[in-house]
């Protein structure tokens, strides 16, 4: 199960109610937890989806199909595995790490830290495409690729791919 942590701009786009989030969410507890926040460049939206406990982000641009609280653990599944594929990490542990997002849990964000980083990395994320020129001519891909790549004062400078990898290799009760 995983648990998409979502800012109120995402709980009111999906029409979640409070009635309707999880109550209680352990902080950086395991790979299952996920920031969803959205953004705008020029006049496309963008969905960030961040992993709590290793930063590794990516984000989707929304089409013309609405995107609703039943699509978000999808595009959080055709994200994650697609990043993962493109690591070049093998597919029995791909298929490991999605098979546990069955169904997901919304909930609050909760950490006031991971908040400021995930909004540094949404004007890292607006910045890069508009750099390259807009949604219509930025390599999105090489932009995820570079974004996780980059070294980070709050994963004790290490990239979030360094601490997802370590965490994919390392048997541990956090990736399950």
Not at 22 to 50: D, P, Q
Not at 78 to 95: A, D, M, S, Y
Not at 128 to 144: H, K, R
Request: hydrophobic letters at 40%; proline letters at 2%.
């Amino acid at each position: 199960m995983v648990l998409l942590k979502c800012t109120s701009e995402i709980r009111k786009a999906l029409k979640l109610s409070d009635q309707n989030l999880a109550k209680k969410t352990a902080e950086n507890s395991s790979f299952n937890n996920w920031y969803v926040h959205r953004f705008r460049v020029g006049r496309t939206t963008f969905f960030l989806f961040m992993n709590e406990l290793t930063l590794l982000s990516f984000v989707f641009y929304k089409g013309k199909k609405p995107v609703t609280a039943q699509v978000m653990p999808a595009m959080l599944m055709n994200g994650l595995g697609h990043l993962l594929n493109i690591k070049g990490v093998n597919e029995q542990t791909i298929h490991k790490v999605l098979d546990q997002f069955d169904g997901g849990l919304y909930g609050k964000t909760d950490s006031r830290r991971i908040l400021g980083y995930m909004n540094e990395i949404v004007h890292t994320y607006r910045y890069f495409i508009e750099w390259e020129g807009g949604l219509a001519s930025c390599n999105l891909t090489q932009i995820i690729i570079r974004v996780n790549d980059h070294i980070q004062k709050i994963l004790d400078y290490q990239s979030p791919w360094e601490v997802t990898a370590a965490l994919l290799t390392t048997p541990d009760k956090r990736l399950s």
